[in-house]
């Protein structure tokens, strides 16, 4: 890399050390050789920004601006070094400077900046803009509290507070000079200018400032840096000098303090009334910062705001930052003095909506109260254009359509009204996107049919992608170094070139340094349980791992059945099940949901009537690793032989762990939900273990759910389920898996548990008869990787700069290497 040398390395290293630590370099610790390295990085991270500036500028490109409430990014170290090409070059320079670089990477915490796959698909989408040299920018929160750090306290989960030391992060720059004073609460005056024209006057506002802060987002190469902007809420005024000075000093902070906590915490509570107001805040300000600061940097270059679609795109990932419909439009009309119909026009070109989720429980809606006191400017500009789309309505499917227009609305009647943002996004939008190819249908069929039907050419699909930069090269190095001695370096930046490998499926040396491979990563995983959790398992048994967040839907409650049928199965039949078994999970669930953390329960009951018996844990062992993050994510990926993606057919947007599973060679196990159906067009029905009812057959069968009818058929479930009625697992505990018990027996079940039981045990069998076969399964874990480069979030973000924002990549001479 042409910016970088180990001199002036060493000597932005020993700076740091020396002025901004105020240490003689004898007494750095560990962690400050880790702040001292990534300050050093930074600095040459910052002179690629600046020059990928310069060339945005001077060839005019139109930029992207990716709106998000989550950026899952990880670990920023390790990713940016192999990014910039130098993490080998830098770990033998510090080596000779007496520092480990695995250990420094290891001492960095990974950043509070989101919770789940919503987070961790933006982060990608980040990757590839920079790895594709396009001009792409992210917007989101400066969290100083992730969601939760997870602990389990006999067998519960136990939510604590997940710091990220973010305003000592040589990684994050604050931009000082900057900031957007931005007006909250208060009251609309109505008003008439000097024609008699309606002049709406937001009075008795509040006003809390957005700080910027940067985040440098290095590509592949290292020849684009693009930035990831996160906002920190602050106070306009420290304090209230005369109230301070009258001697009430904590109402003097009050303001400050209440300014403050917008940014404090990934999610607040919603239980209570100010956490819900809190959490809407907190969307409020995202959207205000982020659409000041686009149009700030657009004003610098343009003058005139109509030609803004032309210069900016503007997506919403989900629902959360749906509020920027209103808010553009309240800039162009209020502040920009724009006439309702031109604004109104640049809003949709500039804005595109992605949807994450077919649960409508999951679609955000808001309380009319609630926007009425936090943004009543933004609610009448709401109705304004509910009005306005609701007569389009009316004259394009005629007036006395009803029900259709009640649900089309962006105004949910009812006892207390409410903003359906979904419904906002919609039609604010001029694209309207699924993240899998079947979800996308879902959402044009089942979840807003109507709006296809008035707006068809609006809505299409993108299935998501992930990074192979993060998700082979950085979590699995030694694979990535098995794919380039095979098959070359350029699959990194074209992942499609992976499925070269395919001629290697039959080479007994390349099978077995692959198998090789896959061992090391699980005898690395087997010794960081036994350090986390205390619990040895055998890494010649198959890892079987389903890593998410804890859903019913996601139905980590159909996998601990199937254990418990194996614990049955050995310890009262004394039946040999074959290959012997570690199966694992990770996740977080929801602080409030009672449902998810009485699975949680369940898994680790299982798991010590399992793992405590001599009869049985030869054959089998069940672990549970707490607090779910990327970077226990980069150790569990590479080191899986099953990949579970189980979810309820129709229920699964698309998944992106299911791809990072498949990449790194492990066999899904799963249903047709999700991307799980593209994987299983890309590797072949031969690579999976496909089970269960499909879309259609979910559809059709949920009316008429009758779980007593399956545990009628199969004596194995039945005794699964009697045993977990039975205070089997919860002998210290009676009763506490009735509810789970009882949701398994009610035809409401959504979830469908038993109607999928027997294939799926049956699916499981298979996969224990066929890992006993070793050439085999490698062969076919093999073309898992080599026929998963479709999942490159490359070629995703491709196709939304091709077909949605219309931008293009600014280096056309394409040096790989």
Not at 690 to 697: P, R, S, T
Not at 736 to 758: E, V
Request: proline residues 4%; hydrophobic residues 40%.
């Amino acid at each position: 890399m042409a910016y970088f040398d180990f001199t002036s390395f060493e000597v932005s290293f020993q700076q740091y050390v020396k002025y901004v630590l105020g240490k003689p370099l004898a007494e750095a610790t560990q962690k400050d050789q880790l702040n001292a390295v990534s300050y050093a990085v930074g600095k040459y991270l910052m002179d690629i920004h600046f020059d990928t500036q310069k060339r945005y500028e001077k060839n005019q490109a139109k930029q992207v601006y990716y709106l998000s409430m989550e950026f899952l990014i990880g670990r920023l170290l390790s990713n940016n070094l192999l990014n910039l090409g130098i993490f080998d070059p830098c770990a033998r320079f510090l080596k000779t400077q007496g520092m480990d670089l695995e250990s420094l990477v290891e001492e960095e915490q990974d950043p509070a900046l989101g919770n789940g796959g919503l987070g961790r698909l933006a982060a990608c989408f980040l990757d590839s803009m920079a790895s594709l040299d396009m001009p792409g920018c992210g917007y989101g929160l400066n969290y100083d509290y992730g969601l939760f750090r997870q602990e389990i306290v006999n067998g519960y989960q136990q939510e604590r507070p997940d710091y990220w030391p973010n305003r000592s992060s040589p990684w994050l720059i604050r931009r000082s000079g900057e900031q957007y004073v931005l007006p909250i609460y208060g009251k609309i005056e109505e008003r008439q200018d000097e024609n008699g024209r309606y002049v709406p006057v937001w009075t008795r506002q509040k006003q809390f400032v957005g700080r910027p802060h940067d985040i440098m987002i290095a590509g592949h190469r290292g020849r684009t840096v693009n930035r990831l902007r996160l906002f920190s809420a602050s106070a306009s005024q420290d304090f209230d000098i005369d109230i301070f000075n009258d001697g009430d000093y904590i109402k003097a902070v009050g303001r400050k303090i209440q300014s403050e906590s917008v940014t404090k915490i990934l999610y607040p509570s919603d239980s209570k009334e100010t956490g819900r107001e809190l959490r809407f805040v907190q969307e409020y300000f995202l959207v205000a910062c982020a659409v000041r600061d686009i149009l700030r940097h657009f004003e610098t270059r343009h003058s005139d705001v109509e030609h803004l679609p032309e210069h900016v795109a503007i997506q919403l990932n989900d629902t959360h930052p749906a509020l920027a419909v209103a808010e553009l439009m309240r800039i162009l009309v209020d502040e920009k003095n724009l006439i309702w119909e031109t604004a109104w026009d640049v809003t949709v070109k500039t804005l595109a909506f992605t949807n994450h989720t077919l649960l409508p429980e999951a679609l955000e809606t808001w309380p009319v109260f609630i926007l009425n006191k936090v943004v009543p400017r933004h609610l009448q500009i709401i109705f304004e254009i509910n009005r306005r789309f609701i007569a389009g309505v009316k004259e394009r499917f005629g007036p006395d359509n009803h029900e259709m227009i009640a649900r089309m609305s962006i105004i949910q009647e009812g006892h207390e009204q409410k903003v359906r943002m979904a419904n906002l996004a919609i039609i604010g939008s001029h694209s309207v996107n699924g993240v899998a190819r079947i979800h996308s249908e879902l959402v044009k069929k089942q979840l807003v049919p109507e709006f296809y039907s008035m707006w068809p050419e609006k809505f299409n699909n993108k299935t998501n992608g992930v990074t192979p930069r993060r998700w082979i090269v950085a979590c699995n190095p030694e694979l990535a170094k098995l794919i380039t001695d095979a098959i070359g370096r350029r699959w990194i930046a074209d992942l499609d070139l992976i499925w070269e490998l395919e001629a290697f499926q039959n080479d007994p040396g390349f099978l077995d340094r692959y198998r090789a491979v896959k061992q090391a990563n699980k005898r690395s995983l087997a010794a960081y349980i036994e350090q986390t959790v205390s619990e040895t398992v055998d890494p010649l048994s198959i890892f079987d791992i389903q890593a998410k967040r804890i859903h019913e839907y996601k139905r980590q409650l159909l996998n601990i059945l199937h254990i418990i049928h194996l614990y049955l199965s050995v310890k009262e039949d004394k039946k040999d099940i074959g290959s012997p078994r570690t199966f694992i999970f990770a996740g977080k669930a929801a602080p409030g949901y009672h449902t998810a953390k009485l699975i949680i329960k369940l898994i680790h009951n299982v798991a010590h009537a399992v793992n405590t018996d001599p009869a049985v844990n030869r054959q089998l062992k069940v672990v549970f690793l707490p607090d779910y993050r990327v970077s226990l994510a980069e150790r569990l990926i590479p080191a899986a032989d099953v990949s579970e993606q189980i979810s309820t057919a129709g229920m699964e947007a698309s998944g992106t762990g299911n791809m990072k599973f498949a990449m790194n060679g492990a066999l899904t196990i799963g249903t047709l939900d999700g991307a799980n159906i593209e994987i299983l067009e890309q590797v072949g029905e031969e690579n999976m273990y496909i089970f269960g009812l499909n879309v259609d057959e979910v559809a059709a069968l949920r009316p008429r759910y009758q779980p007593r009818e399956f545990l009628e058929k199969d004596e194995r479930l039945r005794r699964v389920i009697y045993a977990l009625r039975s205070d089997r697992f919860s002998s210290s505990e009676p009763g506490i898996f009735r509810p789970l018990f009882n949701n398994l027996m009610s035809p409401g079940d959504s979830y469908l548990n038993f109607a999928d039981f027997s294939a799926y045990v049956a699916a499981q069998e298979a996969i224990a008869t066929d890992f006993q076969q070793p050439d085999k399964w490698s062969a076919r874990t093999l073309m898992n990787t080599a026929r998963t480069g479709f999942f490159s979030s490359d070629r995703t973000i491709k196709a939304y700069a091709n077909e949605i924002w219309g931008i293009q990549t600014q280096i056309q001479e394409k040096d790989l290497w």
